[in-house]
Each structure stands twice: as structure tokens, then as C-alpha cells.
């Protein structure tokens, strides 16, 4: 059986049609030019018998049958005198040839309409992505996003969108290296959601002096300072770059039992010893 005769008992599969016509099909995939004859507008002239008769068509049957024949193939044309399916049918590139010598007009509308029929033939034969490659997806939308919901979801309703298809799950394989590039360079439209902060409880006075340092440094050399608080009065420090204060009386008290363990051990001698080793 060929993959034609295949595809023609795939019921899932779409009929050849050419206008409001269905042109039916025989058991071994032929077509019907009786069919044909009638979607092309069903001109007297253009009876499928005249056609069969002319010469340059019988020629062209010959050539078909002969390398048919050494395939060991059905052969290019068959009639049905009797019953519902009465009619002449023949291989694909005879209802070419049957719809170039009708007019080039109904031979571009038959070539087309073939195509159609042959597409949609191969979409119901692809697979759809398997779960690596939906979990590869899922990382690509999921990383961009970078935890915003809105984002998430305007990635997935855009992706399934463009490729037509109601979740990223069933899309086609064939697919999948184009759906990659379109999630990696999509545009994103929707605005990270902002996070309102809080202002910390800093005393009236505090804030105050906060901007007014802000106000006359910004932009200098220090980016921290250090206000401090004496017998009512504020007063503020700069601190160069990487310099923080804490508190050296609550410091004492943790670790100075720490450090008492760590000097009457070897720990710091070896860690000086590691460090130097790098």
C-alpha cells in the first residue's frame, strides 16, 4: 500500500477539495476526474473522455504505467461503471496534466489545492514537543520573567498565540527551534511590578539631617555617614568606602569568649598558614 492510499484511509485526515467540490478518491488513492470535471465548471469540451483520448494524454499514461510498472504499482487509470463511486480516476499527475490542458487558471487552482491537501496530511503525522524540550521552554520563560507573574504570562499567552496552538505542551516539533528564538527575543511589553518601601522608624531628627546630607553631598566622594546623637545635639561623620561602624562594647561581649578559645589555639596559626598558601 502506498503512503498516498495511506493517508486517503486516514479518516482524520482532509479530502482533496477544490472550490464546493470534493473530489472523491478510489481504494488505491486515484482521483476523480469526473469530479474534477465538474469543480473546473464542467464544460462540454472538457469531458474527461476527450481528455483521455487525446493523444499526448495516452502518451503520458504510457510513460507513468511503464515506470509503475517495473515498481510493481497500480495502474495510472481506472474506470467504475457501476454504483456510487461510477466515475474515471487517476494518479496524481494526470489530474495535473487533466487540469493544465482545462485552462492554467483551474491548473494553479488544482496544484494549490493539492499542496493544502499535503500539508495538512504531514501536520496530523508530526509529534508534538517532548518533555525535555517542554521543560527547556519552561526554563527560557521562567528565567526572563524573573519571578514577575504578569511578565510569565504575557510570554505564554503571546507564544501560544503565535503558533496557534492552546497551551506551549502540544506544540509541534518541528517548531520547537523557532520557538525558542521567538521566547529568547520577544519584547516584553508588561512592567515589572514595584515594590513599595517602607520607611524605617527613624526618629524625626534623624531623617532631617538624612537629607539635608543628601542634599549638600550628593554626588561627593562618601557614600555613607555616621550621625551621631550626644546631649541633645546631632552631629554627622563621613565614612570612607567600605568602612561601617558597630557597636565595639556589644561586640566584646559575644565574642570576646571566641577570641579568648581561638588565641589559646592553633586555629588562627593554621588559617594564617592556609591563607597564605593561596
Not at 495511506?6 to 479518516?11: A, E, H, V
Not at 465548471?41 to 502518451?59: S, V
Not at 499535503?118 to 517542554?134: A, F, H, K, L, T
Request: charge should be positive; aromatic fraction near 12%.
Amino acid at each position: 500500500m502506498t503512503s498516498l492510499t495511506q493517508n486517503f484511509l486516514n479518516q482524520n485526515n482532509k479530502p482533496f477539495v477544490i472550490g464546493d467540490f470534493t473530489i472523491r478518491q478510489d481504494e488505491e488513492g486515484r482521483y476523480c476526474l469526473h469530479d474534477l470535471h465538474k469543480a473546473s465548471g464542467g464544460a462540454e469540451k472538457h469531458q474527461p473522455a476527450f481528455f483521455i483520448r487525446n493523444k499526448q494524454t495516452k502518451d503520458l499514461i504510457a510513460e507513468i504505467e511503464s515506470e509503475k510498472h517495473s515498481a510493481n504499482l497500480q495502474s495510472a487509470v481506472k474506470t467504475i461503471n457501476g454504483g456510487n463511486s461510477r466515475g474515471t480516476y487517476v494518479v496524481k499527475e494526470l489530474v495535473y496534466s487533466y487540469a493544465m490542458w482545462i485552462s492554467a487558471k483551474f491548473h494553479l487552482t488544482v496544484i494549490r489545492a493539492y499542496d493544502a491537501m499535503v500539508m495538512q496530511w504531514q501536520i496530523n503525522d508530526r509529534q508534538s514537543i517532548s518533555p525535555e524540550q517542554q521543560a527547556l521552554l519552561h526554563e527560557i520563560v521562567a528565567r526572563r520573567s524573573g519571578g514577575e507573574r504578569k511578565i510569565y504570562a504575557e510570554m505564554w499567552s503571546r507564544h501560544n498565540r503565535h503558533f496557534k496552538i492552546p497551551r506551549y505542551a502540544e506544540l509541534l516539533a518541528i517548531h520547537f527551534a523557532e520557538s525558542v528564538h521567538y521566547l529568547e527575543t520577544m519584547v516584553i511589553k508588561a512592567k515589572p511590578e514595584q515594590t513599595a518601601m517602607k520607611a524605617l522608624p527613624f526618629p524625626a531628627e534623624v531623617i532631617q539631617v538624612a537629607q539635608q546630607i543628601n542634599n549638600e553631598f550628593n554626588g561627593g566622594r562618601f557614600m555613607s555617614w555616621f550621625v551621631i546623637a550626644k546631649d541633645g545635639v546631632l552631629s554627622a561623620q563621613p565614612l570612607p568606602h567600605g568602612y561601617y561602624p558597630f557597636n565595639v562594647k556589644e561586640f566584646t561581649r559575644h565574642f570576646d569568649g571566641v577570641l579568648n578559645i581561638l588565641y589559646g589555639s592553633d586555629t588562627l596559626c593554621q588559617g594564617r598558614y592556609f591563607l597564605s598558601q593561596e
